[in-house]
């Protein structure tokens, strides 16, 4: 009797040293709902703790991101900035990252956040629609990275064709996944152990480690022509959707590859994407701007890579400050003359 | 299949399964036998057949040795017998690599891939089936008459591909009594699994995906994350090495086996020699016995005593990895040893000296230093990389600073660990213990699964030592 009553004490303590030790050092528990465009969203006013890379702890606003009550300037610019982790950057504190740079730095613009982790170019359409639905957007940033080509791709849903081969519908419905976590939704939202476990079994099972992009130095291959020609319809279509709401302008975080002596260039991959980009968006007459020669400056300035924490890696993984500012300057280099415009009384 | 993998897991307790339905001696020997094969077919089947054809050539070679009486052929059974396993060992191992040696000597370019594939645990097992042809020459042990029980014993799957390297005297007398499952057995065995899980799991791989990348572009990283990246790269090899041998012993002690100690705190050592005696230990003391005691040992003067040492620290170093890294290592370990000895003769009037803490302190920082400093031609893999390391750990150089919290944490968590052996060894001695009901042994043991859930990466590294 004693054995099991020690086991069911042993049990219990374990558990809540896991859920402790795990809040302090691993992750708060992920407030989450399913969302049938977005997959799954953090849920309005959360606060959310990250420590897998950098040491984050950001509240999110009323529409789940990370960012301050949504609000709209009368004067000047509302600028929505679409993209994914890197964007949405739970890693560093807010005002450490590139959407509060660049606000901080421009008088005229309010830069609203809209990066979520794990949207693709599909989503943001829908994204975009939701914040035009609550302020005026007078200019939209869709920030794309190395990865995104391939995320683009598997996120891809549905595609609809008419009969001369153009693009007319994508279809990024979330209907049956995370079933466990929907069901189990008050334990998940309440325990940051089991969100904690949860994450790594998934990704135990998908044999993924918890930093698939970061630790992606495998060999690059170029990607097929049927691949290339699907995001390059997928490029068009949702370019097309998102200057129906406000223009479009891509910036590109490119990946580096350090050497000695604060010198680097960027990777194979991430140059071929970002030729790729260049092409397309002057295909759309889309402004494009890479962050490249910034991260360049800013690498053999610091001998600090523009990625990378102490805590999960150094050179890979999500934007740092330093990476931020390095995304915040392009911006605000961007949108600084159109601030200067309308100080003179010109138009935006 | 590694020990921390679930396919090792199903595996092991399918074996337990097996053993505990079919309770006959002979029966048993041949599950262990089919068990430890199906194991090491589970990286390359070919390779069954090698270590079948290694262990039946050093069984049938001992039945000759043992049925003669003529010394002279007893010696030449012995000699063509370990020749083989010796043959075995250097095509595997070292044939391309002396091949590109003999290349660079003569100044030309070795653009070949002979396509030789290493077998894990070659190492491990030839030195195995080599002590047992060996001794049973000298007659220290007596001839293993069953093909199965000595098959077994090159092949026991626990500590075939890594050791630690088993004698046949310590063995083979095992198999001669009955192979007893029993749940005293399993509680301790358990136990030291799990031990040696939280070393590699927890301390072994979480350094690793620190010091991969700083001993990769060492050009990279400042100074101050060069010496961070040695910090973790000694407590990573020792963790992973010492972890792995407790996880095999563990599971031999589950299967009713005892295996031979590995380490014992070889950092706490104050002196090279000292380390040698504490690190592993089934190596160090085959080398002794079975190489440098041949060789002559301290028998022949003290110029030859250090030749052997240096012979045995060179060939040592080799039996790591057909690398000039390796041998440098071994050769370095080779003159510190030497230097030792004699440091040792001529202050061996200073005894009292000896026994002051502030000697102790100073021989053991010196001989840590010293040790972790030789991981670097040891974990490098070419010497331009390796100096680049040196040069710039002791440049003072500039480059990316990466003090990562984790790996500080960890390295605290491990000295923690050092001084409660030293000072108050009674705490560690509770484990393994064969009582699974105390509360504490619970806790410990709970606590240890969660940590290791938790915190372990996602994707193990592999063993360091199974590619020797």
């Given at each position: 009797?004693?054995v099991f009553?020690?086991?069911?004490?042993?049990?219990?303590?374990?558990?809540?040293?896991g859920?402790?030790?795990?809040?302090?050092?691993?992750?708060?528990?992920?407030?989450?709902?399913?969302?049938?465009?977005?997959g799954?969203?953090y849920?309005?006013?959360v606060?959310?703790f990250?420590?897998?890379?950098g040491?984050?702890?950001n509240?999110?606003?009323?529409?789940?991101?990370?960012?301050?009550?949504?609000?709209?300037?009368?004067?000047?610019?509302?600028?929505?900035?679409?993209?994914?982790?890197f964007?949405?950057?739970?890693?560093?504190?807010?005002?450490?990252?590139?959407?509060?740079?660049?606000?901080?730095?421009?008088s005229?613009?309010?830069?609203?956040?809209?990066g979520?982790?794990?949207?693709?170019?599909?989503?943001?359409?829908a994204?975009?629609?939701?914040l035009?639905?609550?302020?005026?957007?007078d200019?939209?940033?869709?920030?794309l990275?190395?990865?995104?080509?391939?995320d683009?791709?598997?996120?891809?849903?549905?595609?609809?064709?008419?009969?001369?081969?153009?693009?007319?519908?994508?279809?990024?419905?979330?209907?049956?996944?995370?079933?466990?976590?929907?069901?189990a939704?008050?334990?998940?939202?309440?325990?940051?152990?089991?969100?904690?476990?949860?994450?790594?079994?998934k990704l135990?099972?998908?044999?993924?480690?918890?930093?698939?992009?970061?630790?992606?130095?495998?060999?690059?291959?170029n990607?097929?022509?049927?691949?290339?020609?699907?995001?390059?319809?997928?490029?068009?279509?949702?370019?097309?959707?998102?200057?129906e709401i406000a223009?479009?302008?891509?910036?590109?975080?490119?990946?580096?590859?350090?050497?000695?002596?604060?010198?680097?260039?960027?990777?194979?991959?991430?140059y071929?994407?970002?030729?790729?980009l260049r092409?397309?968006?002057?295909?759309?007459?889309?402004?494009?701007?890479?962050?490249?020669?910034?991260?360049?400056?800013?690498?053999?300035?610091?001998l600090?890579p523009?990625?990378?924490?102490?805590?999960?890696?150094?050179?890979?993984?999500?934007?740092n400050?330093?990476?931020?500012?390095?995304?915040?300057k392009?911006?605000?280099?961007d949108?600084?003359?159109?601030?200067?415009?309308?100080?003179?009384?010109?138009?935006g | 299949?590694?020990?921390t993998?679930l396919?090792?897991?199903?595996?092991?307790?399918?074996?337990?399964?097996?053993?505990?339905?079919?309770?006959?001696?002979?029966?048993?020997t041949?599950?262990?036998?089919?068990?430890?094969y199906?194991?090491y077919?589970?990286?390359?089947?070919?390779?069954?057949?090698l270590?079948?054809?290694?262990?039946v050539?050093?069984w049938?070679?001992?039945?000759?040795?043992?049925?003669?009486?003529?010394?002279?052929?007893?010696s030449?059974?012995l000699?063509?017998s370990?020749?083989?396993?010796?043959?075995?060992?250097?095509?595997?191992?070292?044939?391309?690599?002396?091949?590109?040696?003999?290349?660079?000597?003569?100044?030309?370019?070795?653009?070949?891939?002979?396509?030789?594939?290493l077998?894990?645990?070659?190492?491990?097992?030839?030195?195995?089936?080599l002590?047992?042809?060996?001794?049973?020459?000298?007659g220290k042990?007596?001839?293993?008459?069953?093909p199965?029980?000595?098959?077994?014993?090159?092949?026991?799957?626990?500590?075939?591909?890594a050791?630690?390297?088993?004698?046949?005297?310590?063995?083979?007398?095992?198999?001669?009594?009955?192979?007893?499952i029993?749940?005293?057995?399993?509680?301790?065995g358990?136990?030291?699994?799990?031990?040696?899980?939280?070393q590699?799991?927890?301390?072994?791989?979480?350094?690793s995906?620190?010091?991969?990348?700083?001993?990769?572009e060492?050009?990279?990283?400042?100074?101050?994350?060069?010496?961070?990246?040695?910090?973790?790269?000694?407590?990573?090899?020792?963790?992973?090495?010492?972890?792995?041998?407790?996880?095999?012993?563990?599971?031999?002690?589950?299967?009713?086996?005892?295996?031979?100690?590995?380490?014992?705190?070889?950092?706490?050592?104050?002196?090279?020699?000292?380390?040698?005696?504490?690190?592993?230990?089934?190596?160090s003391?085959?080398?002794?016995?079975?190489?440098?005691?041949?060789l002559?040992?301290?028998?022949?003067?003290?110029?030859?005593?250090?030749?052997h040492?240096?012979i045995?620290?060179l060939l040592?170093?080799?039996w790591?990895?057909?690398?000039?890294?390796?041998v440098?290592?071994?050769?370095?370990?080779?003159?510190?040893?030497?230097?030792?000895?004699?440091?040792?003769?001529?202050?061996?009037d200073?005894?009292?000296?000896?026994?002051t803490?502030?000697?102790?302190s100073?021989?053991?920082?010196?001989?840590?230093?010293f040790?972790?400093?030789?991981?670097?031609?040891?974990?490098?893999?070419d010497?331009?990389?390796?100096?680049?390391?040196?040069?710039?750990?002791?440049g003072?150089?500039?480059?990316?600073?990466?003090?990562?919290?984790?790996?500080?944490?960890?390295l605290?968590?491990?000295?923690?660990?050092?001084?409660?052996?030293?000072f108050?060894?009674?705490v560690?001695?509770?484990?393994?213990?064969?009582?699974?009901?105390?509360?504490?042994?619970?806790?410990?043991?709970?606590?240890?699964?969660?940590?290791?859930?938790?915190?372990?990466?996602?994707?193990?590294?592999?063993?360091?030592?199974?590619?020797?």
């Amino acid at each position: 009797m004693a054995v099991f009553r020690n086991t069911a004490i042993v049990t219990l303590l374990c558990l809540l040293i896991g859920e402790v030790v795990t809040r302090a050092f691993i992750t708060s528990p992920s407030p989450a709902k399913s969302d049938p465009e977005l997959g799954w969203v953090y849920r309005p006013g959360v606060e959310i703790f990250h420590t897998k890379e950098g040491w984050g702890r950001n509240q999110m606003n009323a529409l789940g991101l990370n960012d301050s009550p949504l609000h709209e300037i009368p004067v000047g610019q509302n600028i929505a900035i679409l993209g994914d982790s890197f964007a949405e950057a739970l890693q560093v504190d807010r005002q450490d990252n590139f959407s509060e740079y660049a606000e901080a730095q421009l008088s005229c613009a309010n830069v609203v956040n809209a990066g979520r982790s794990g949207m693709a170019l599909t989503h943001f359409p829908a994204m975009a629609r939701r914040l035009a639905a609550e302020i005026r957007l007078d200019l939209i940033y869709v920030v794309l990275n190395s990865w995104d080509f391939d995320d683009t791709l598997q996120h891809a849903g549905k595609l609809t064709y008419d009969d001369d081969g153009q693009l007319i519908d994508i279809d990024v419905q979330f209907r049956q996944q995370h079933s466990l976590r929907r069901k189990a939704a008050v334990i998940f939202d309440n325990s940051a152990l089991a969100t904690h476990l949860l994450e790594r079994l998934k990704l135990m099972l998908e044999g993924r480690t918890v930093q698939t992009q970061a630790t992606n130095t495998q060999s690059f291959e170029n990607p097929s022509d049927s691949e290339l020609r699907q995001f390059a319809d997928i490029f068009g279509f949702v370019t097309s959707k998102l200057s129906e709401i406000a223009p479009v302008k891509i910036v590109y975080i490119p990946r580096l590859e350090y050497s000695d002596s604060g010198r680097s260039t960027l990777s194979e991959d991430s140059y071929y994407y970002q030729e790729i980009l260049r092409e397309l968006s002057l295909k759309s007459d889309i402004q494009f701007a890479s962050v490249g020669s910034n991260f360049q400056n800013a690498y053999a300035l610091h001998l600090k890579p523009p990625v990378g924490f102490h805590n999960a890696g150094i050179k890979m993984g999500h934007l740092n400050e330093l990476g931020h500012a390095a995304v915040g300057k392009i911006l605000v280099e961007d949108i600084a003359p159109t601030c200067a415009n309308l100080a003179f009384g010109g138009e935006g | 299949m590694i020990f921390t993998s679930l396919s090792f897991l199903l595996f092991f307790l399918s074996v337990l399964l097996l053993l505990a339905v079919f309770k006959r001696q002979a029966a048993r020997t041949y599950i262990l036998l089919i068990a430890s094969y199906v194991f090491y077919g589970w990286w390359s089947p070919v390779f069954v057949l090698l270590i079948l054809v290694t262990s039946v050539w050093a069984w049938a070679f001992g039945l000759l040795i043992d049925r003669t009486d003529d010394e002279v052929k007893k010696s030449r059974y012995l000699f063509v017998s370990v020749a083989f396993s010796l043959g075995v060992l250097a095509y595997y191992k070292y044939a391309e690599f002396l091949a590109q040696s003999f290349y660079a000597a003569l100044g030309w370019q070795w653009t070949y891939d002979l396509g030789i594939v290493l077998p894990v645990g070659i190492s491990f097992f030839t030195f195995q089936t080599l002590s047992y042809s060996i001794d049973l020459r000298k007659g220290k042990i007596p001839v293993c008459e069953s093909p199965t029980k000595f098959m077994l014993f090159v092949a026991f799957f626990p500590q075939l591909v890594a050791g630690p390297i088993v004698r046949a005297s310590d063995f083979l007398p095992q198999l001669e009594k009955k192979i007893r499952i029993s749940s005293k057995n399993i509680v301790i065995g358990a136990q030291l699994f799990l031990g040696g899980a939280l070393q590699k799991t927890l301390i072994a791989d979480n350094m690793s995906t620190f010091v991969d990348p700083i001993f990769a572009e060492p050009a990279l990283y400042s100074a101050e994350t060069l010496w961070l990246g040695l910090a973790a790269y000694s407590i990573q090899i020792f963790c992973d090495f010492c972890g792995y041998s407790l996880m095999a012993i563990g599971i031999a002690k589950m299967l009713g086996f005892d295996l031979p100690e590995n380490f014992r705190m070889p950092y706490l050592s104050r002196s090279i020699t000292e380390f040698w005696r504490r690190w592993h230990i089934s190596l160090s003391s085959w080398l002794r016995d079975y190489l440098y005691i041949a060789l002559g040992g301290n028998r022949k003067g003290k110029a030859r005593m250090y030749s052997h040492l240096m012979i045995t620290m060179l060939l040592g170093g080799l039996w790591h990895g057909a690398s000039w890294n390796f041998v440098l290592w071994g050769a370095l370990h080779g003159i510190a040893l030497a230097i030792h000895k004699i440091w040792d003769d001529r202050t061996r009037d200073y005894s009292e000296l000896k026994a002051t803490p502030l000697y102790s302190s100073i021989a053991w920082l010196s001989t840590l230093t010293f040790a972790a400093l030789l991981w670097i031609p040891f974990r490098c893999v070419d010497f331009p990389t390796m100096q680049v390391y040196v040069s710039r750990l002791f440049g003072g150089a500039d480059g990316i600073d990466w003090i990562n919290p984790q790996v500080i944490t960890l390295l605290s968590v491990v000295v923690i660990w050092h001084l409660i052996y030293q000072f108050k060894p009674a705490v560690l001695a509770k484990f393994p213990s064969d009582n699974p009901e105390r509360f504490g042994v619970q806790f410990a043991l709970g606590i240890s699964i969660f940590a290791i859930i938790l915190f372990a990466p996602l994707q193990t590294s592999p063993f360091v030592y199974f590619q020797f």
